[in-house]
């Protein structure tokens, strides 16, 4: 049987979600391509919210809701597709963290988005904090009408982060820069288990290690927030 690279990255994903969090996440039940009654093609993927959303494939127009989003698009490659953000992403350009964004229209906090500013844009997704108010289902019974799909993502919680990136490579067509982004990562967390393998349980001190700055070699920077070890 001939397996093509697509098919490959995804099982190497499933492999590498399944290691990283002892089983239990079936990529197939989280993300499906397919084509609509228009004949366009939409990924089908269950958010952080646990809700199942239909948007186009891949993803060429966003809008994020808050900052977290927007260092992961970065980090895959695909900043360039976002049209909106929020304020507290305007403080993150400000800084000069993503200049790209200088000219990008804010539309709102992540609290108070102006739902107006979002469908002047026409975003394919807005993509924003699964469990925290408004929630993603309030956010769209207002874009609704506009035919925008709302995901919920969070980006900081380490016992979905991998599966998060997996759907949001799959939303955005870059399935390969998921795959090596998530081996990134994999890596480098099994290097601090191997240097910390030899150390007892009882002569181990806990720390947390906050904006904890990582290089990932496509050239983008993100950050790993609050790892405990």
């Known amino acids: ?12 994903v499933i492999c590498m979600i399944t290691i990283a969090f002892g089983g239990g996440y079936a990529l197939s ?7 609509n009654n228009n004949q366009k093609k939409v990924v089908t993927v269950q958010d952080s919210a646990n809700r199942i959303v239909e948007v186009p494939y891949p993803v060429e127009r966003i ?6 989003p927007t260092e992961e698009i970065k980090a895959l490659g695909a900043i360039d597709r ?10 993150d350009v400000n800084k000069g963290l993503y200049p790209e964004l200088e000219d990008t229209p804010v539309i709102g906090s992540w609290d108070e988005p102006s739902y107006e500013a979002i469908a002047e844009l026409d975003p394919d997704v ?4 699964s469990s925290y108010s408004p929630f993603p289902d309030e956010v769209q019974e207002r874009l609704e009408p506009f035919g925008i799909a709302i995901v919920g993502l969070d980006f900081y919680r380490t016992d979905v982060f991998f599966r998060e990136i997996t759907i949001l490579g799959f939303m955005l067509g870059l399935e390969d820069e998921a795959v ?4 990134f990562f994999q890596d480098t967390l099994d290097m601090i288990s191997s240097r910390l393998s030899d150390i007892p349980d009882n002569e181990r001190k806990q720390s947390i290690l906050r904006q904890l700055l990582i ?6 920077q993100t950050t790993a927030q609050e ?3």
């Open 63 to 68: 809008v994020v809701l808050w900052d977290n």
């Open 180 to 183: 090596d982004y998530i081996a």
């Open 1 to 12: 049987m001939k397996v093509n690279k697509k098919t490959l990255t995804i099982l190497a």
């Open 126 to 129: 807005v993509i924003m904090l």
């Open 215 to 220: 290089t990932f070699h496509m050239g983008a």
């Open 29 to 35: 039940q989280q993300v499906t391509v397919q084509e």
């Open 82 to 91: 976002i049209v909106g953000i929020d304020t507290a992403t305007k403080e």
């Open 227 to 229: 790892f405990q070890a």
